[in-house]
C-alpha cells in the first residue's frame, strides 16, 4: 500500500483511475467529464458547488482529492476556470493532467504542496469520507486559501451507526462532527444544501456507464475491479438505505488575524 488508508482503496482510486482514462482515450475527449466525477457524481453538486465560490475570472482554484478530475474539468468547460487538482494516486492524478490539460500535483490533502494562501477557492468533494486525517486535512485547506477565500465540499455524512458490509477504508463523520471540525479549522460554514446525486442529466449517467463497461470490458477478470465494484456498490447501498447522505457545503475561511485573537483569548 502506498498513501491510501486501505488497498481497497488504492484499488478504486489508484488503479481503475488509470483504467478509466485507458476507456476515456478509446471513446473519446465527451466521456471524460462523467467518467471522472466519481466522488461528486452530479452536475447538480457541481453547479450548486461552483456558484457560491465567488469565482470570477482569474480565480485561482484547488481540487483537493481531484481524482481523474472530472469536476475540475466541468469547471474548465463549464465556468473557465483552470484549477489547480492534488491527488494522492499518482495515476489518478497524471490522469486529470492528460485528460483536461489541467496542472497537477501528487500530494494528499493533510501535506498540500502549496504556500500560504495561495488559492481564493477551494473544493474537496468526496474526499473527507477517505481519511481520517480530516482535522488536518481541513487545517490544510484553511492554510492555503487567503482570508475569506471559499472552500466546496460534498461530504458523506452518516446519521446513525452504518450496517454491514461497510466500504473499506472509509470513515464517514456524522454532521456534527463536521460542523465541529470545520470551525476548529477556522472555516466558517455558510450555506448547507443535500446533494441529489441523480440529477444529472440522461446523457452523462449513459456516459459514465458506457466507461464502465469499457473498463469491465477489458479488465473485467482483474480481481481488482470486483473489490472496486464492492466498493463503489456498498456506498451505493448505504445512500440508498438513507444511513448515509451526501451533504453539501460552502464555508469561508477566517481571517488569520481573528483566528490569534481566538487563540490569545482562549
Ligand atoms: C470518491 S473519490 C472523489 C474524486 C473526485 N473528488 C471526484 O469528485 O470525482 C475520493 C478521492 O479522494 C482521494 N483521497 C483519498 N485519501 C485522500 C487524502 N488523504 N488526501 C487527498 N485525497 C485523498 C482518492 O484518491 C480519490 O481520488
Known amino acids: 500500500m502506498s498513501e491510501l488508508e486501505s488497498e ?3 484499488a478504486e482510486f489508484g488503479t481503475v483511475a488509470r483504467w478509466t482514462e485507458e476507456a476515456v482515450r478509446a471513446l473519446g475527449p465527451g466521456y471524460a467529464v462523467p467518467a471522472g466525477c466519481r466522488g461528486s457524481g452530479s452536475e ?3 453547479r450548486w458547488l461552483a456558484d457560491r465560490l465567488a469565482l470570477g475570472p482569474g480565480s485561482r482554484v484547488l481540487d483537493d482529492g481531484a ?3 472530472g469536476p475540475a474539468g466541468w469547471l474548465a468547460a463549464e465556468r473557465g476556470i483552470r484549477a489547480v487538482c492534488a491527488e494522492p494516486m499518482h495515476a489518478a492524478a497524471g490522469a486529470a493532467a492528460r485528460l483536461f490539460g489541467l496542472p497537477s500535483v501528487t500530494a494528499l490533502a493533510q501535506q498540500l504542496p502549496f504556500a500560504d494562501d495561495t488559492f481564493d477557492a477551494a473544493w474537496c468533494l468526496g474526499v473527507l469520507c477517505t481519511t481520517t486525517q480530516k482535522a488536518e486535512a481541513l487545517a490544510e485547506l484553511r492554510r492555503v486559501l487567503r482570508d475569506g477565500g471559499r472552500l466546496g465540499l460534498l461530504v458523506f455524512v452518516a446519521d446513525r451507526p ?9 470513515e464517514f463523520p456524522t454532521e456534527p462532527e463536521l460542523r465541529g471540525l ?3 479549522a477556522g472555516l466558517r460554514l455558510a450555506e448547507t444544501a443535500a446533494a441529489d446525486l441523480g440529477d444529472s442529466p ?4 449513459q456516459r459514465a456507464d458506457v466507461v464502465d463497461d469499457e473498463v469491465a470490458r477489458r479488465h473485467g477478470a482483474d480481481p481488482r475491479w470486483a473489490e472496486a465494484q464492492e466498493q463503489s456498490r456498498r456506498v451505493g447501498r448505504l445512500l440508498s438505505d438513507g444511513a448515509l447522505r451526501a451533504w453539501l457545503g460552502v464555508a469561508t475561511a477566517e481571517p488569520r488575524a481573528d483566528l490569534r485573537r481566538d487563540a490569545r483569548d482562549t
Not at 162 to 170: R, T
Not at 202 to 205: F, Q, T
Open 8 to 10: 481497497a482503496m488504492e
Open 44 to 46: 447538480g453538486a457541481l
Open 67 to 69: 481524482g481523474v478530475g
Open 162 to 170: 452504518l450496517p454491514p458490509p461497510l466500504p473499506e477504508g472509509n
Open 182 to 184: 470545520l470551525a476548529a
Open 202 to 205: 440522461a446523457e452523462w449517467s
